[in-house]
Every structure is written in structure tokens, then in C-alpha cells.
């Protein structure tokens, strides 16, 4: 349970809603020295509760908290009286409580006094730190024994079998996308940032793997891409009007697998993408009903293609004479010709075999 003090006047009252919620707490040693490290550890640690199904994470509601203890010394002197700050609830105010405790204590040392070891509470509104209650002697901070609690003995095949069933967790994992499928650094750590994020990673790589039928590391890069930029960018652009339950990994397996056999490119993959979450029909179907497919046809390309160059002389001398950079011209022609439709890879390749 615990005491709220704000709730009334001139009384306390006592909250027992989580009483029977199993609490774990973990101390560190006092070895952080700025708030960028404090935050990091935090971050780390969270992830990692999160990843073991230890706690949501959800700091703002109360499943994971941080006590802040602060203290400041000269270089090469011992460790200085600490505060603890009670119940920071975001890694953002967990480093803005160092940083206020460090340069309030700095303050009061460098004017002759004396920090107090006492508690403390964060007022966010103003970001500072106030007094909760004095804790003067160092006992305070003990654990002290019980009468009537045994000694708790974890034997080794125990603790073996706790370690052998852990999942694999962020750094491992982060680690593993890069050696073994291949993902660039940044594409691995942003996809192990969050249990949600590598589980629909992992779950969309395995179906677009299938769709297409290759390996997973023959795809990785393509379903990072789409997992981290593609998607999101579309769902965020269509706000209210989509429905993201609608964006099944199979459903967006079969958009990629469609890109990957040059059906339809990449702007197609997005229009498909859209109408998927806006209806829930499947992407085959959108793109055969609604003409998102790209045209490999190479009669009509070629036929798009000699008029371009038949009315374009002067540009074709041009770049038969050095002028390489008109090419991108030519292709932009033909795309216009194939209202955007055309192959990309089919137009480069008819369009060096003709000007060439």
C-alpha cells in the first residue's frame, strides 16, 4: 500500500489497490556521474523488463518507478550526504531531478551549509525538488533482520534454469539482425528499441519471406525499410481514416512481395497500402482493380519510347555525344508517357539498348 497526502486537508489516506501486486526492486551501485548516464541505465533497464514480460514499462502509470539518489563531492573526495527524490515516473525528470539535486546541493555546499540526507518529492510543473521527510541517521536507509523470515538459499541448477529461459534480449538481438541478416546498425537498434516494435518486425519478415519465397536475410533489409519508414509514414498521413488493424503482416507481406517481383514500385506500394487501411481488401485485388500495377510490357514501353526519341533529336545528339546526364530526361519522358506506371528497371534497360 501507500500514503497519499494530498487527497485531504488534514488527513492521509491509505491506497491498498495494488496490495498482492508483486514488487521487485533493483539497486544500483553509486557509480553514474551525469544525468545522460542515469537516463541511459534506466532505459536500458526498462527495455530489458520489458523484453523478459518482467513489467509493461509504463512509467506514467506506475508500473516502473525510479528513486533518485544525488549527491555531489570535490574531485578525489569521498562520496558527499545523498538525497533520494521518491517516485520520478519518466526517464526525462529522472535526469532533470540530477540535475536540479546536483547544482541545488553544489549551491548550498559552496554557501557554508550542510545537505541534509533526507527525501524528497519532484514537483513537475516547476522541476524542482522539495522535502518529503528527514532521514537523519544512516540506519534508516538499512535493511534490518526479521524473526520471522528464513533464509533464502537459490541453489546453481536453479539460477541455470532461470538464465536458460530467458529470451533473447536487446543487445543479443540488436547483434544479431546486424551479423546475421545483414541490417545496418541503426536499422538493428531501432528495431529493438521496443518489444512491439521487433515482434511485428520478426512476425512480417517471416511472412514476406514466405510470400516471396526466399530467406529472411534476403529480405531483412526490405522489410526493415517498410517496417521503420514506410509504413509508419502512411499510417501517421492517413490519421482517423485508416484502421491499423486492418495492416495484417500477410496483407503487407503480399504489397512487399508484389514490389519484389517488379509488379508494382515503390509509390504503388504505399497507394496499395493506403486503400488496405482504409477498407481491409487485400492488396492483389487493389492493385488489378485499381491499375496500380507497373506495365513490363516491352512493345508498349518501346512504343512510348521511340516517339519520345522521335521527337527529341537534338537531345539524343546531345547525349550520344557525351551529355550523359540528359538520360535521366529521357526516363522522366517515358514515365510521363506511362502515366508513372511503367517499369523502371524495363525503361532504363530499352532506353540504353536505344539511345546506345
Known amino acids: 500500500g501507500k500514503l497519499m497526502h494530498d487527497q485531504h486537508p488534514t488527513m492521509s489516506y491509505v491506497d491498498l489497490n495494488r496490495s498482492g501486486v508483486a514488487l521487485m526492486e533493483i539497486v544500483s551501485k553509486p557509480d553514474m ?40 563531492r570535490k574531485p578525489g573526495e569521498e562520496f558527499g550526504t545523498r538525497t533520494e527524490t521518491k517516485n520520478v515516473n519518466s526517464v526525462r525528470f529522472v535526469m532533470q531531478v540530477i540535475e536540479y539535486e546536483a547544482n ?17 518529492l519532484f514537483d513537475v510543473a516547476t ?15 538499512r535493511y534490518f533482520p526479521d524473526p ?34 545483414g541490417l545496418t546498425p541503426y536499422n538493428a537498434r531501432e528495431l529493438t528499441a521496443e518489444v512491439e516494435t521487433f515482434g511485428r518486425f520478426e512476425t512480417l519478415l517471416g511472412a514476406t519471406a514466405a510470400a516471396i519465397g526466399k530467406d529472411e ?37 503480399a504489397i512487399l512481395a508484389m514490389q519484389d517481383k517488379g509488379e508494382i514500385s515503390g509509390g504503388q506500394a504505399k ?31 518501346e512504343e512510348a519510347i521511340d516517339a519520345i526519341i522521335a521527337a527529341n533529336g537534338d537531345k539524343v545528339e546531345e547525349y550520344r555525344g557525351g551529355k550523359d546526364k540528359l ?23 530499352l532506353l540504353k539498348d536505344k539511345l546506345g
Open 217 to 253: 536475410k534476403a529480405v531483412a533489409t526490405q522489410v526493415a525499410n517498410w517496417a521503420l519508414s514506410v509504413a509508419p509514414g502512411v499510417i501517421k498521413s492517413l490519421g482517423d481514416e485508416g484502421n491499423a488493424s486492418h495492416a495484417t503482416a500477410e496483407r503487407q507481406a
Open 104 to 120: 541545488r546541493q553544489v549551491d548550498v555546499l559552496e554557501s557554508g551549509g550542510k545537505v541534509d540526507q533526507e527525501t524528497r
Open 33 to 72: 556521474r551525469s544525468p545522460a548516464e542515469a537516463g541511459a541505465y534506466v532505459r536500458k533497464l526498462r527495455s530489458i523488463l520489458r523484453y523478459v514480460g518482467s513489467c509493461d514499462g509504463n512509467m506514467e502509470e506506475g508500473s516502473m518507478r525510479a528513486d533518485v539518489n544525488v549527491s555531489v
Open 327 to 349: 538520360f535521366g530526361f529521357f526516363v522522366g519522358q517515358t514515365m510521363k508517357a506511362m502515366q508513372g506506371k511503367a517499369n523502371p528497371a524495363v525503361v532504363n534497360q
Open 271 to 301: 497507394e496499395i497500402f493506403e486503400i488496405v487501411l482504409k477498407t481491409g481488401r487485400e492488396p492483389a485485388e487493389i492493385a488489378d482493380s485499381e491499375g496500380l500495377k507497373q506495365v513490363s510490357d516491352t512493345g508498349a514501353i
Open 127 to 141: 522541476g524542482t525538488t522539495r522535502t518529503m521527510r528527514s532521514k537523519e541517521d544512516a540506519h534508516d536507509y
Open 148 to 181: 520471522d523470515l528464513l533464509p533464502l538459499v537459490l541453489e546453481d541448477d536453479f539460477l541455470a534454469e532461470c538464465r536458460a529461459s530467458l529470451p533473447e534480449l536487446p543487445d543479443a538481438k540488436r547483434t544479431r539482425y546486424e551479423t546475421e541478416l
